[in-house]
């Protein structure tokens, strides 16, 4: 069974950091296209992140410059750094995989497998 758990969420200040971690289980992302989205209650979802199986990664304009994502193959698990962070940057954060290697993009509805969430909240 495929599954996908993310963690590290918490509570910052304005301009502090979090490392948030996806880690997969029942397969590995050798093959697949990791991405992070983010969403407010009431709100859309939206890409902030992704990394290709052959380790190109892509971000958000939004965050370009502050967040880094990067992985551990051996220990199947994605990260997302986030930096200098915003109150903006408040929401949950879900990780999301697709085997479609050809659609790797920041549109959601191309991820199969989905996390829970972890929990980001920034205080000014």
């Known amino acids: 069974q495929v599954q996908l758990v993310e963690s590290g969420g918490g509570s910052a200040q304005a301009g502090g950091s979090l490392r948030l971690s996806c880690t997969a289980s029942?397969?590995?992302?050798?093959?697949?296209?990791v991405g992070w989205f983010r969403q407010a209650a009431g709100k859309q979802r939206e890409w902030v992140s992704l990394?290709?199986?052959?380790?190109?990664?892509r971000y958000a304009d939004s965050v370009k410059g502050r967040f880094t994502i990067s992985k551990d193959k051996a220990k199947d698990t994605v990260y997302l750094e986030v930096n200098s962070l915003k109150p903006e940057d408040t929401d949950m954060y879900y990780c999301a995989a697709t085997a479609r290697t050809d659609a790797c993009t920041g549109a959601p509805y191309w991820y199969r497998y989905w996390g829970q969430g972890t929990k980001v909240t920034v205080s000014s």
């Open positions: 029942g397969y590995t992302y050798s093959n697949y296209c």
């Open positions: 990394i290709s199986s052959d380790n190109s990664t």
